[in-house]
């Protein structure tokens, strides 16, 4: 069974930093990967998504030099660094598996979301 | 704003049918394939339909989309009550190299 959990999700400072964890088991690692933001009662904004070997980086123009996505595939990992954090990043966000030959187009797995709230 | 435009909310009775449409541009639905999906809720997506029109494994054939030029559309018949929830359509927008939602659609079933 396909599982992806996420995981680092908390209360942060504005300008300060959180890194996002999303554990994969029941496939490889052989996927183009995403992250999906849902701001309390607001839609769904695709933030970045990454290749299977790490070798393209898409991102969503409003975090741009403030996020980096990654992957660990020997862990079966996949990673959000978030930077400089603002109030508008506040959101849950969601790991989600791109569809083998749709990526960027089609999201076959999610993960349950882990919540980031960014405050003073 | 969404980059890509649905109604903000349908309604229909049990047993009846409903459509939801997403309109976009040549740079997203006109030239990639959409995709929908159904988030009930307190829960994560759940993707619905793929490449405009098929169905993963497990996805009742009441659901059913289509794509005409840069608009798609996703049909929901014998309506059911656990069918209330919000649905989005998704695809990649190639000008803004990213991925691309709808704002969603609260289906209620009245």
Known sequence: ?120 | QSVLTQPPSVSAAPGQKVTISCSGSSSNIGNNHVSWYQQLPGTAPKLLIYDNNKRPSGIPDRFSGSKSGTSATLGITGLQTGDEADYYCGTWDSSLRAGVFGGGTKLTVL
Not at chain 1, 16 to 25: H, I, P, T, Y
Not at chain 1, 36 to 63: C, H, M, T
Not at chain 1, 83 to 102: F, H, I, K, M, P
């Open chain 1, 1 to 120: 069974e396909v599982q992806l959990v996420e995981s680092g999700g908390g209360l942060v400072q504005p300008g300060g930093s959180l890194r996002l964890s999303c554990a994969a088991s029941g496939f490889t690692l052989s996927h183009w990967m995403s992250w999906v933001r849902q701001a309390p009662g607001k839609g769904l904004d695709w933030v970045a998504n990454i290749k299977e070997d790490g070798s393209a980086k898409f991102y969503v123009d409003s975090v741009k030099g403030r996020f980096t996505i990654s992957r660990d595939n020997a862990k079966n990992s996949l990673y959000l660094q978030m930077n400089s954090l603002r109030a508008e990043d506040t959101a849950v966000y969601y790991c989600a598996r791109d569809q083998l030959g749709y990526p960027g187009e089609s999201f076959d797995s999610w993960g349950q979301g882990t919540l980031v709230t960014v405050s003073s």
